[in-house]
Nanobody, 125 residues
Framework: QVQLVESGGGLVQAGGSLRLSCAAS????????MGWFRQAPGKEREFVAA????????IYADSVKGRFTISRDSTKNTVYLQMNNLEPEDTAVYYC??????????????????WGQGTQVTVSS
């Protein structure tokens, strides 16, 4: 069983930065891939970024490449999403998720078994 708690969302102006955190509780995180997804009002949930816990392999959505960075701190059991040069189109509820897979990642939300409650990110123009 894995529990995920996101934090770090808020209101920021376009061009600004935020860092989201996802604190994970449980065990054997090396067996998981950790992902960030987002859902804007009236839109479907979409993939943002993911990282394989055991080897740090990452993958990003094209819309955030070069602006967002996903990382993990094994000493704190925490995954981060550093978001720079934010745009109004990045406004959404951001969710952290965990998928049982070792050494790889997935962009498919269906692959992720555990989800956090979400944190709101609002980017003003």
């Amino acid at each position: 069983q894995v529990q995920l708690v996101e934090s770090g969302g808020g209101l920021v102006q376009a061009g600004g930065s935020l860092r989201l955190s996802c604190a994970a509780s449980g065990s054997a995180f090396f067996r998981y891939a950790m992902g960030w997804f987002r859902q804007a009002p009236g839109k479907e949930r979409e993939f943002v970024a993911a990282i394989a816990w055991v080897n740090g392999i990452t993958i990003y959505a094209d819309s955030v490449k070069g602006r967002f960075t996903i990382s993990r701190d094994s000493t704190k059991n925490t995954v981060y999403l550093q978001m720079n040069n934010l745009e109004p189109e990045d406004t959404a509820v951001y969710y952290c998720a965990a998928a049982f897979m070792v050494g790889t990642t997935s962009t498919d939300a269906e692959a992720y078994r555990y989800w956090g409650q979400g944190t709101q990110v609002t980017v003003s123009s």
